[in-house]
């Protein structure tokens, strides 16, 4: 059988204890458990090697004590093609490397016999073309690692901390994972490397360098970061938030002056010598926005969601109406970045009412003041607004919207 046609196995190593990731007092869950954008990162990482057609077997190797956080974890990624690939975890040693080893002896105890990628459960971004890359290189070297060139300029530190030497860079890389091996070679070398008393290499390549083997290299991804840092999990997560994109929405509403002695303008209820003919409370500001913002979603208009003819409707209350529209906006994984309304009539004077009016919209729509803009002004007369016959009121909303709908 020629090498290009072994079966591919991953070892994925995921019993570190990540103390570098920790925040502040808290214990520490380890850095491959934490939820990013939702998902815990160990998830993401198996998803990448679950969707390769490529990868027979997936052998995780998790700490003694997460055997729960394990299941958690996997629970989110196990669909019938993943579960007869995922080996049950092996539990780890107390390095990397003992860590490594008890992933190949469980392979071996499979039966497995191709080639071997090893990968860390903190690297979660591992592209389809960068696993392609390595399962090339895996048919072609017993041992190879992706590489990326460096960015900065490296220096050999003394124990005070000054520099002793300049390596040319050209002649550096920074190395990645997944690496790639023939499994029984790394195997035996692990296992020399054991029985040596050796167990301080950080990667699979040192253990065969130790071994005399030869490491080949192949292309690296710079997307394919190691999550360490608690600033490179706000990054990830970043990187995972689908983009967004505007919408703006608006509304228009009038309503008829009547009988009453009061009118309602943005939830705020204004003593006048006229109300207003309603079936509702006949509230024209928060009727308009609730247009702006259905108008913005592209999802109907207010009648369509609370039809006139609905005796629920009768006199109620429209601060009801606009948190549906406020609640939809959310429900499609938006945000409302502006609410923007001009009342138009020759009385009531808007004016004296316009900060409880903002705070009210504010409250409504639960945003800052400083999104939330009411305006005001008058027909100079004329027409209907001009007559005294009625008011109305217009309206823009801003919203941000998922390019991509929110699975
Ligand atoms: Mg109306």
């Known amino acids: 059988m020629r090498q290009d046609e072994a079966e591919v196995a991953v070892v994925v190593v995921a019993g570190g204890r990540g103390m570098r990731a920790a925040v502040g007092d808290a214990p520490p869950l380890p850095k491959q458990y934490r939820l990013l954008a939702g998902r815990p990162v160990l998830a993401r990482t198996l998803d990448a090697f679950i969707a390769s057609p490529a990868v027979a077997l997936i052998q995780t190797v998790i700490g003694v004590e997460d055997r729960e956080r394990y299941n958690t974890a996997i629970s989110t990624c196990l669909t019938p093609k993943a579960s007869a690939r995922l080996l049950p975890p092996a539990v780890g040693g107390t390095t990397r490397q003992g860590s490594v080893r008890a992933g190949l002896e469980a392979l071996a105890a499979a039966g497995f016999s191709g080639i071997v990628l090893v990968h860390d459960a903190a690297r979660p971004f591992v592209s389809e073309a960068l696993l392609a890359r390595a399962v090339a290189a895996g048919g072609t070297h017993r041992a190879a690692i992706p590489v990326t060139p460096l960015a900065d300029t490296v220096k050999r530190l003394d124990a005070s901390g000054c520099v002793v030497e300049t390596p040319p860079r050209a002649e550096l890389g920074a190395v990645q994972t997944p690496q790639v091996f023939a499994f029984a070679d790394l195997l035996a070398a692990h296992r020399r490397a054991a029985d ?212």
């Not at 967004?244 to 309602?264: A, I, K, L, T």
């Not at 945003?367 to 607004?385: H, N, Y």
């Open 196 to 407: 040596a008393g050796r167990d301080d290499f950080t990667d699979d390549a040192a253990v065969m360098e130790w071994a005399g083997e030869n490491v080949a290299t192949f292309v690296g991804d710079r997307g394919n970061v190691k999550l360490t840092h608690p600033e490179d999990f706000a990054l990830a997560e970043e990187r995972l938030t689908p983009p967004m994109s505007p919408r703006v929405g608006q509304g228009y509403d009038v309503h008829r002056f009547g009988e009453g002695d009061h009118v309602w303008l943005g939830g705020v209820r204004i003593p006048h010598d006229r109300g207003v003919i309603a079936h509702s409370d006949g509230d024209v500001v928060l009727h308009a926005l609730t247009d702006a913002l259905l108008g913005a979603l592209a999802e109907d208009d207010i009648g369509v969601h609370f039809k006139p003819s609905d005796p629920r409707w009768r006199g109620a209350a429209s601060d009801q109406f606009l948190a549906f529209a406020v609640e939809r906006v959310r429900a499609r994984g938006g945000r409302i970045d502006h609410l923007d309304t001009t009342v138009v009539c020759e009385t009531p004077k808007v004016g004296p009412h316009r900060a409880a009016i903002r705070a009210r919209i504010a409250d409504i729509a639960r945003l800052p003041l400083d999104r939330v803009s009411i305006k005001a002004t008058t027909s100079e007369r004329m027409g209907f607004t001009g007559r005294g016959e009625g008011l109305a009121a217009l309206a823009m909303a801003t919203v941000v919207l998922p390019v991509e709908p929110v699975r």
